[in-house]
């Protein structure tokens, strides 16, 4: 079930941000943090000690190379458990993607062909790694630059049979099915439609730039208006979904960021 409380539209919290955060302590519904940029023990644990009591928290993450070859890295996912006994988020997410491969690791969140085969060795992973955490995940459609014609199904239809095989959740960024949408024609509104609405129990916005001719989730750019409008449309069949607004590149300063924050809920929640 979806925690009601955390209706609204909270923010990815980056270092650049806390200092500000834990001195002005704005109203904000939850923060999202990278869960990866807190493994490493040091003085910034004591920030995000100071955040959690301020805040709801969740953990996202960048390293549990879903849909990978490789076996998960237990290390890793001991580390995620450790933090979250710690910290105690309300949800801990990751992407269906290809993070490492062969020991290999791209520093990127790389594609992969909608398959039966990777959802059935993704929901093995997907199970191994819920049973250590003792929860539940989420896992986020992906943005993605290529496409294989060794995919079987749509993307939509290998995240519904994925989250029904693997009894996971699902984080649905909205700015990832856009971009997909400029870049190849995969219609946005039907995604919305053809997902699983009952395992959504995240939603992502972000903003795309066109480099080189491509829309690339850069998450460097205000929200379009166009997912946007998704967003209200989204709001309406899903019910108070926790929204998390991302920006990563060329940041504004702090007070501009919490103010798009707040114009985008605003939006939300204007009557039709």
Known sequence: MIDNSLAGVGINLRLDY??????????????????DNWLSFGPHHKKLEKVRELYPISFHC??????????????????????????????????????????????DLLPHPFSHSIIKSTANKIDEIQNILKRQILVENLSYY?????SEMKEYEFINQLAELADCHILFDLNNIWVNEMNYGICSENFLKKIN??????????????????????????????????????EAVLGDCPIVYERDNN????????????????MLYAPA
């Open 18 to 35: 806390i200092d500000e955060l834990l001195e002005k302590k704005p109203n904000l519904p939850f923060v999202e943090v990278i869960a």
């Open 62 to 107: 960048v390293g549990m190379n879903l849909c990978s070859d490789d076996k998960i890295d237990s290390k890793y996912i001991d580390s995620i458990k450790s933090l979250s006994e710690r910290f105690n988020p309300f949800q801990i997410s990751d992407h269906l993607s290809v993070q490492a491969l062969d020991g290999n690791y791209f520093h």
């Open 146 to 150: 290529h496409q294989f014609e060794e």
């Open 197 to 234: 609405h009952d395992r959504v129990k995240e939603i992502h916005i972000a903003g795309a730039e066109i480099i080189d001719g491509i829309y690339v989730d850069t998450h460097g750019s205000s929200v379009n208006e166009s997912v946007r409008t998704l967003l209200k449309r989204a």
């Open 251 to 266: 940041l504004p300063t702090f007070g501009e960021f919490i103010k798009e924050r707040v114009q985008i809920e605003e």
